[in-house]
């Protein structure tokens, strides 16, 4: 060893710069990843509303069984789970002498802001089709 020139020492770590390039690169695919995670998350719930909205159709359907019209009908008696969703506030809305129905369901929780309302009447057209 030369006189005057310090010996470096080995040191089994990493780096400053080694360290923010691993940092930009994480925040990097979370920028890219976070909005599709979210996507996924808001579709998630729009589907569970749907399923919800068609079982409220087939309880409707047998509440006219039984009484012949749909008078008397309720969400919250009906579809306790529709009734109960935090995403969604719905709505039952009868016409044509409570011989028709719409169900609209709108979303109500800021996760589900500018996703559309969900609609489905008697005859069976359901806006999400």
Do not use: C
Not at 11 to 28: D, H, N, Q, R, W
Not at 36 to 63: P, T, V
């Amino acid at each position: 060893m030369k006189p005057g020139i310090a010996q470096r020492k080995f040191s089994p770590g990493f780096t400053l710069l080694e360290v923010m390039i691993a940092v930009v690169i994480v925040g990097i695919l979370t920028a890219i990843a976070y909005p599709s995670y979210l996507n996924h998350i808001r579709r998630g719930h729009q589907s569970d509303a749907q399923a919800q909205i068609m079982e409220f159709a087939a309880a409707l359907e047998a509440h006219k069984a039984k009484n012949f019209s749909y008078a008397g009908a309720s969400v919250s008696a009906l579809a306790p789970n529709l009734h109960a969703n935090g995403h969604y506030s719905s709505n039952l809305s009868l016409a044509n002498s409570n011989q028709a129905y719409t169900i609209s369901a709108t979303p109500s929780s800021a996760l589900m802001s500018g996703m559309p309302t969900l609609t489905l009447n008697s005859s069976g057209v359901a806006s999400w089709d």
